[in-house]
């Protein structure tokens, strides 16, 4: 029996796929965050930065993970007191959805899903303190890119692709979108420091 060129694109794409999630999530990763002329440090609770920021995060979950956006403005202590989500994932909490998106796209939400808020699920982060103009910017293009994200497929555009835009835009080299979702935050944070 010989398969199509069809069936051996669905067979190479779904070893792919599986192949790219086969790696097992670290501990919790520490929470850095870079000035807005880009130097990174090790994030402190007595941080003494204040103002706007974009905050790239990923937590665990039942599956692989998720990767999300966390943007809003800090106190003197580092603290959010205002704060938005972004991100693209599968529209409904059921896990239909989520398993038929690994083969079909299927309709998505961009906003903050459940764990997404809760310290005890995020693996890795990289806040980045923005100027006024920057963070104007960079809000504006968040908000385009809810607009037109419509639908969510594990292969082609999941939640690293959505992050993965964002970043781009704020003029940042992104890796892969086949990562883990902790590993890919922590390639974001190293490509750019």
Request: hydrophobic fraction near 35%; charged fraction near 20%.
């Amino acid at each position: 029996m010989t398969l199509g060129r069809g069936g051996l694109s669905l067979v190479i794409m779904l070893a792919f796929v599986v192949s790219s999630c086969q790696t097992e999530d670290k501990s919790p990763q520490p929470h850095y965050m870079s000035d807005a002329r880009g130097q990174s440090k090790v994030a402190t609770t007595n941080n003494k930065s204040s103002g706007r920021f974009i905050e790239f995060r990923s937590r665990y979950a039942l599956t692989y993970g998720h990767t999300y956006v966390i943007f809003g403005r800090a106190d003197a202590n580092g603290n959010m007191i205002e704060r938005e989500v972004a991100g693209l994932a599968p529209a409904s909490p059921d896990a239909a959805p989520y398993v038929i998106g690994h083969f079909v796209p299927v309709p998505a939400t961009t906003g903050e899903t459940d764990g997404d808020l809760e310290e005890q699920y995020r693996s890795a982060s990289w806040r980045v303190m923005l100027t006024d103009a920057k963070y104007e910017d960079a809000v504006a293009y968040i908000r385009k890119l809810q607009a037109r994200s419509k639908l969510w497929e594990a292969s082609v555009y999941n939640c690293n692709a959505f992050v993965g835009d964002i970043a781009r835009h704020m003029g940042y080299k992104t890796p892969g979108i086949w990562l883990r979702p902790q590993q890919f935050i922590t390639d974001l944070r190293e490509m750019n420091s």
